[in-house]
């Protein structure tokens, strides 16, 4: 399994753009789709964002698109989540995570992926 470490989190203003980072460790980064998800106090973890392995598709949540995005560099061995038009709502703790298998097609369930990371808080204010 590939383990992730989330850095990039902050306090933010509404409307503004932050991109969040997921540094992974492992040999075989490359050889899973990745995603994003959020967890906010008192809900269940909610899908973000979804890249496959070689960058050739991406899944984006309904509330996030538009404004979010994701992206990877397989060289570097990190994912990425670029934040624009930040809303109070997107208040959370964001995770990062591998696809628990190599066969991936857009799930966003999170028990369909593994190696969680600790997950970086992004605040919003109004």
């Known amino acids: 399994q590939v383990q992730m470490v989330e850095s990039g989190g902050g306090l933010v203003q509404a409307g503004g753009s932050l991109r969040l980072s997921c540094a992974a460790s492992?040999?075989?980064?490359?050889?899973?789709?990745m995603g994003w998800f959020r967890q906010a106090p008192g809900k269940e973890r909610e899908f973000v964002a979804a890249?496959?392995?070689?960058?050739?598709?991406?899944f984006l949540a309904s509330s996030v698109k538009g404004r979010f995005t994701i992206s990877r560099d397989n060289a570097k061995n990190t994912v990425y989540l670029q934040m624009n038009s930040l809303k109070p709502d997107d208040t959370a703790v964001y995770y990062c995570?591998?696809?628990?298998?190599?066969?991936?097609?857009?799930?966003?369930?999170?028990?369909?992926?593994?190696?969680w990371g600790q997950g970086t808080q992004v605040t919003v204010s109004s």
């Open positions: 995570a591998a696809a628990s298998s190599v066969r991936y097609s857009g799930s966003r369930y999170p028990s369909d992926f593994a190696s």
């Open positions: 492992g040999r075989t980064f490359s050889n899973y789709a």
């Open positions: 890249i496959t392995r070689n960058s050739g598709s991406i």
